[in-house]
């Protein structure tokens, strides 16, 4: 990532339009719902994604969701994330999704993936994919990104998915509560951590965490800055100024309306750049730290 031409680094974009399959018709009552919580329309494609960053001059990080046990809905290949993070290594970096259901079978993945050379993280999204983070089901394949010491991104909070839908489209919210992920920082302190959103109606449990454990972050994605409860921006402007990371949750939230917003929402200006970039060159790695 040529990081001294960024102007920011997105640490939370989704890959929802594959460019080698068709979309699974498993998915699109979820992808209604969605829509329709989050006010978008036709989600870009993987390499319309890629051209909207590179002419906003924002590095991302990029992922899809394997919700294939929950849900049923097959995923995108990780694979096609790899290789578009490979030919556009200036701006993007890959983040893998395996079901932590898949067990021995999907560390065996994970491993293959990361020995490949291009995926640098994993995400996890409790809630859609039907497990606790601190079920010992998902210890394999945590093992694996611990031992490559890789940061693992967790979805935490409410999710927009499944909202509205009968029964919440059958996913459970209390998944992506954030203290069950604080024994994921206990028992893997080499993993670097990130609890996705501001995860309301649990904003202060994430706060905390992040606070009393060194290897976890937060990103602020998937809500616009104007509508962050006030102690994301009184930790972020404090004590916690050198743990929040820019995310915007695109396609769902566009990058540089995120940004606009953010300048406007109360952040002091000294924390701006960290927030926008530094922070996430030290969670990714992006400076070589070990």
Not at 267 to 280: G, S, W
Request: negative net charge.
């Amino acid at each position: 990532m040529n990081i001294a031409d960024l102007v920011a680094i997105d640490v939370h974009t989704h890959a929802e339009v594959s460019c080698r399959q068709e979309p699974d018709p498993v998915w699109a009552p979820f992808d209604e719902a969605a829509s329709k919580y989050f006010k978008v329309g036709k989600r870009p494609t993987i390499a319309e994604t890629l051209a909207h960053y590179r002419e906003q001059k924002i590095g991302l990080v990029m992922f899809t969701v394997d919700t294939e046990f929950e849900i049923g809905n097959r995923r995108i290949p990780n694979e096609e994330i790899a290789d578009a993070a490979r030919d556009n290594a200036d701006i993007m970096i890959a983040f893998a999704s395996i079901d932590p259901h898949k067990g021995g079978l999907g560390a065996r993945e994970a491993r293959a993936l990361v020995e490949a050379g291009v995926v640098k993280g994993f995400k996890f999204h409790p809630t859609c994919q039907g497990f606790f983070p601190n079920d010992r089901m998902a210890y394999k394949l945590y093992e694996v990104i611990a031992e490559y010491k890789l940061p693992a991104i967790f979805h935490t909070g409410h999710s927009g998915i499944g909202t509205g839908m009968r029964g919440g489209g059958g996913l459970r919210l209390k998944y992506s509560q954030p203290i069950h992920v604080d024994d994921v920082a206990v028992d893997f302190p080499d993993m670097t951590i990130i609890l996705a959103h501001p995860s309301w109606p649990w904003t202060d449990e994430a706060l905390s965490i992040a606070l009393h454990k060194p290897n976890v972050y937060i990103d602020l994605s998937g809500w616009m800055p104007k509508y962050f409860p006030p102690q994301i921006v009184q930790y972020a402007n404090g004590q916690l100024k050198h743990k929040m990371l820019f995310g915007s949750d695109f396609p769902l939230i566009a990058p540089e309306r995120w940004i606009r917003d953010f300048h406007a929402a109360g952040f002091k200006p000294e924390v701006h750049d960290l927030i926008l970039k530094q922070n996430a060159i030290k969670a990714l790695r992006l400076d070589g730290g070990a």
